[in-house]
């Protein structure tokens, strides 16, 4: 488990993190809209970027130095943007990224690379050049390259941002695997992706935390403010002028429409809600 | 010690792989600078001018290789990823690429001294020689770490290194890390080996600070 504990930092007097503390474990999902300060966190845990104040152990061990998360093998950290080495193949990176993590048998280093591409499922890949592979593809090679020092925590910043619906389905798919042995660390804001995948989220909206718990706790968040409007065609343009639509879903006879509202609406029924409609009521209320 | 020779000799593939046809032009410097001394005619009057081909063409192409190195830490995407790696791995690509350059400078040396005799170079001039590899090999690693770009860099280093040559110290008024003359004793001298040496420390403070440092995009 990885304990943060009020995490401050600012960036040209500005505050990007305020007192946020979190309990990591399992799959965590970090959702919050842009600017909440997600990267800054991500980054501050993989040592990438300095903090003003705040503490960080994992399993009870402080990990910070002066004012650093301490260089360590046991986080390893996959930016948003992953390219490396683009006019070499994707083993060769790899291999040469193995001889800089400290593998220096040559032989040692081909079985920790071959293992690696099988566990991410990258074979048929390897050869093609870094920069010829798709997103999707140069994020497994990321992942991979992560795997080589066997780290026990993955931290992913938006890791499906960018890709398309099959690669995303795939890619979320990987990292759910890699989550039964692993402790993963998510930040996204397509909350599909942290339903999917997530088993404890926290809530960031700039830079303070509004929410931490399960799914289910977040959900429960929303109780009482999701309804639905059974509409026609005519109907559905006034509602959507008129309400927050979260969803609409088109059926035979009829449009279903879901709507975020923290009144009762008495013309729609109330339904459960889901983790998008959790999400809002959180980030909502902290407006209001 | 096997799997560390082996890896140095990867590690040079890799860069030729990388770093493409660019990873040659220290080489080419290098044949340019010996073709310089050999096929120059032996006139002793202008014999110290091979020591000032030496300095100026051949040693500021030290900080060619481990600039290239650095600076695919700062590409697009790549920071977050290798700036740990390459931080750690600094020490071993800096002493591969000095060792190179001081291979190097052994041979223009012995070249030097076959064609004139050993009194065109004193102790001092190759202890000059292999403090401002250090220097030019450090200022490239400092200014790459500083500025995150290889191109404005490199021209930072050039421009330097042409304004000094060319006006041979006298036009800018900052310390000039050059011999252009013999060395002679006397007080000049220990002033300018210790400005190089005092700069040779400050350059890798700085790459040793900053080099670590993700905080900031690539400009």
Redesign the interface.
Known sequence: MIQLSNINKQMKKHPILTDVSLNMEGIYGLIGPNGAGKTTLMKIISSLISLDSGGLTIYGEDYVKGKYVKQNKRIGYLPQDFMVYPNISAEEALDHIAMLKGVMDKRERRDTVNQVINEVNLQGHQNKKMIELSGGMRKRVGIAQLLIGKPSILVFDEPTAGLDIEERIRFRNLLKNLGANHTIIISSHIVEDIEFLSTKVGVLKKGKVLFEGTPAELKAQAAGYVWEYDATVEELDEIMNHKEVVQITEEETKISVRVFSNHEEKEAKSVPPRLIDGYLAVVKGEDE | MK??I??IF??FR?DM??M?VIFFVPVVMFAFSLSIIVLAPGIVDDRYNNIVVIQGLFIPFSCWWILYRLS?MY????????????S??FPVDFFRYFFLHVIGLAVLCSILIIKYDASILTGINVLHFIILTLFYMLLGTSLIVLIKNVEISLTIIMIYTVLEVITQGDYMPWPHVFLFDPPINGPFLPIKLSVLGVAVIVLMVVTLIFIR???KKPK
Not at chain 2, 75 to 86: D, F, H, I, R, S
């Open positions: 799997h560390f082996e890896n990867l590690s890799f792989k990388t493409g695919e590409e697009e995407g790549a920071q977050e990823t290798l700036v740990p790696y390459y750690k791995r440092r993700a905080d």
